[in-house]
């Protein structure tokens, strides 16, 4: 390869000595041919040389002054300017001519590209440069050996890297599940919180504590209530008692209601028993709820026979009797008694049913109802806890119960309140009603508010005059003639039944002088004369009481 520029035609010779900072090729002239001198090594006492071509077999070149002192260095010769080693690493001493730091790089353009030669710039001491241009690292790109464990590098960061990975997504879901159980807890705590509330448990929210806002706890809480009514099929009659399961305090009650409670039915105010035998389980269910300001649940008709199977199933039932009850087909007085009194006496179903319906000669009718509570409190303490097995039970009965329970509410019903009866969370009370069948004071604030969480709403005694009648005419449509007749004028009208015997003439009794107005006004009414009206002994919830004999004739329309 030829490294000489010829201008032509007789010009002067160039010769290429090196790149600039761009890749373009340095010249400079070459003088005219001179006798042999010793070889240039422009770099002599440093040592180095320049072959482009790294041959060593280059022909002998002029020497080449790039200072300008006209000194000529002697170079070995084997070498030239042209061999040199651009690395330095042959040299010794001495600085460092600028184009050997042009030969370290590599330029960015590739291939030398001709370009008439420039013209150098002379220094202070008049030397000549071959560049005007000074040289900044930020032009040249550096040339990177290839890095035989890069490859090595690269698989430890991606390690690195999925590693950590790793640990930040172990560290985001403990973090969730730090927060879910916070929150659990948190929602765990104001569940506790809110039960003692609506429990009434809390520090200074007791009914105790609270005075008047006592009532509105016991309203609060939750109660399942049950009606049962006792029909004595052979002797007649009936009792009656509510069932109390209150899942607040967690307290079962047997609650009696006698059967001179007065009730206000669609026609006017009644009793509890009239209402139980007329207007059947729905109706008294509903008058209950008017009179006590409570929410029944449902209607358990209970008769006689399927008390004494009840008692039966469960294996007996153990009660503190408080009387003996004869024995009805006993043919002489004096034999042992069917049931006798004492502490602990096991009942079957025969002597069960006899305690539970026996009324002393004398006996108020609270008397009966107290044996009645006596013995449901033995049969619930006897009863299965388990709600499937209390169900069999029911269903064992083969009764035809009333619409409002079915055979598993009524077996879970009594499971529940058979686990309160066996724990001692269990009692009885009775509901005080006055001689008129209005709840008394006493009622108000005892059982209905603490027990059934009620208010008492005894009928209005200044409503209407409260009348009761007793058909003893020998005609049955009487009575419901009368019953119109009464409600038309005023009057509430007061089943008193029906007499086992007719009578000759017509009664009208008041038992207070301020009544016999009243009486005189009744007697108006239902057509008698005024000689049937005289004071004597009224019925307790009546104001005036009615005998209808058989001079009593019914008004036409």
């Known amino acids: ?255 009696l209601l006698p059967n001179a409670l007065a009730l206000t039915g669609d026609d006017g105010t009644t009793t509890l028993a009239k209402s139980v035998d007329d207007d059947g389980s729905s109706g008294t269910r509903e008058a209950l709820d008017t009179v006590l300001g409570t929410s029944i649940q449902g209607t358990w008709r209970l008769d006689t026979p399927y008390l004494q199977n009840l008692v039966d199933l469960v294996g007996n039932i153990e009660v503190d009797t408080n009387t003996d009850v004869p024995d009805p087909k006993a043919e002489k007085k004096g034999e042992a008694p069917l049931v006798n009194k004492g502490e602990g006496q096991t009942l079957s179903g025969k002597t069960a049913v006899a305690y539970a319906t026996y009324r002393a000669p004398g006996e108020a009718q609270s008397a009966q109802l107290e044996r009645f509570g006596q013995v449901m409190q033995g049969v619930l303490r006897k009863m299965s806890s388990d709600a499937q097995a209390a169900t069999t039970t029911v269903q064992t009965l083969a009764q035809i119960l009333d619409p409002s329970l079915t055979d598993k509410d009524l077996g879970t019903f009594l499971a529940g309140l058979s686990d309160l009866a066996k724990s001692g969370d269990y009692k009885t009370a009775a509901l005080p009603v006055q001689e008129d069948g209005t709840l008394s004071e006493q009622a108000g604030d005892s059982v209905v508010k603490d027990v059934l969480g009620g208010t008492a709403k005894s009928p209005d005694q200044d409503a209407a005059l409260r009348v009761s009648v007793r058909n003893a005419t020998g005609v049955k449509d009487n009575t419901e003639k009368a019953r119109v007749v009464l409600l ?70």
């Open 1 to 255: 390869m030829n490294d000489r520029y010829d201008a032509g035609y007789g010009g002067d010779a160039y010769e290429l000595v090196g790149y600039d900072e761009y890749g373009q090729p340095v010249y400079r002239q070459v003088p005219p041919q001179q006798p042999a001198q010793q070889p240039y090594d422009p770099y002599g006492q440093q040592g180095y040389g320049y072959d482009p071509y790294a041959t060593g077999t280059q022909p002998v070149q002029q020497p080449y002054d790039p200072y300008g002192t006209g000194q000529q260095p002697s170079v070995p010769a084997h070498e030239s300017y042209e061999g040199y080693d651009p690395y330095g690493r042959t040299a010794t001493s001495g600085q460092q001519p600028r184009v050997a730091e042009q030969t370290a790089y590599i330029p960015q353009q590739a291939g030398p590209v001709e370009e008439p030669p420039r013209e150098g710039r002379q220094d202070r001491d008049g030397r000549e440069h071959g560049d005007d241009r000074d040289y900044r690292t930020e032009q040249f790109a550096f040339v990177e050996e290839p890095d035989v464990e890069s490859e090595d590098v690269i698989d430890w960061l991606k390690f690195t890297e999925n590693r950590t990975e790793r640990r930040e997504e172990a560290r985001r879901r403990a973090r969730t599940r730090l927060i879910g159980l916070v929150v659990v807890l948190a929602l765990v705590a104001a569940g506790g919180v809110g039960y003692l509330w609506y429990a009434g448990k809390l520090p200074g929210l007791s009914s105790a504590d609270q005075g008047t806002g006592g009532a509105t706890t016991a309203a609060a809480q939750k109660r399942d209530v049950v009606v049962v009514h006792l029909h004595d099929t052979k002797k007649g009659g009936t009792s009656t008692a509510l069932l109390v399961d209150n899942a607040t305090t967690k307290q079962g009650t047997t609650v």
């Open 488 to 557: 038309n004028g005023g009057f509430t009208f007061l089943d008193g039944g029906t007499a086992s015997s007719a009578a000759a003439t017509s009664q009208v009794l008041y038992a207070e002088a301020a009544d016999k107005e009243n009486a005189v006004e009744v007697a108006k009414t239902l057509g008698l004369a005024e000689e049937a009206v005289a004071k004597g002994e009224t019925t307790s919830n009546a104001g005036v009481s009615v005998v209808l004999g058989q001079d009593y004739e019914p008004s036409a329309g």
